[in-house]
């Protein structure tokens, strides 16, 4: 079995994934665990909001990730492009300048 590759921003979800060994189709698994949820928040649990694993506190979902400024490090250096400056950036911007430079960096190799 042979594995895709291409830049870290553009991996999608598998169309199946392992279960206890077993290949599950992805959907299912999601409307199973989407099962389980709504069955555990009925038993009287509440569940906190949450969309990333940031021990620091969330900065939100338009804050520019670790991984993305790891990324945008690395092409710059690749590209040898001048740093943006990321603290002025949200993830949008900090996405499409590393989809830029990632495009740039293959035109170059």
């Known amino acids: 079995m ?3 590759w ?19 189709p992805l959907e299912s698994e999601m409307r199973r665990r989407m099962a389980e949820h709504a069955e555990f928040l009925e038993n ?5 909001p949450q969309h ?4 620091e506190g969330c900065l939100g979902p338009h804050a ?9 490090e690395l092409y710059g250096a690749l590209t040898m492009a001048p ?5 002025s950036m949200g993830f949008v911007e900090a996405q499409d300048w590393t989809k830029a430079r990632y495009a740039e960096y293959m035109a170059q190799h």
């Open 83 to 87: 740093q943006p400056d990321v603290a």
């Open 52 to 55: 990333c694993s940031r021990a």
């Open 6 to 24: 291409g830049p870290p921003h553009a991996y999608s979800l598998p169309k199946l994934m392992h279960d206890k060994g077993q290949q599950v």
């Open 2 to 4: 042979s594995a895709t």
């Open 44 to 48: 009287g649990a509440t569940a906190t």
């Open 64 to 72: 520019v990730t670790a991984k993305q400024k790891k990324l945008i």
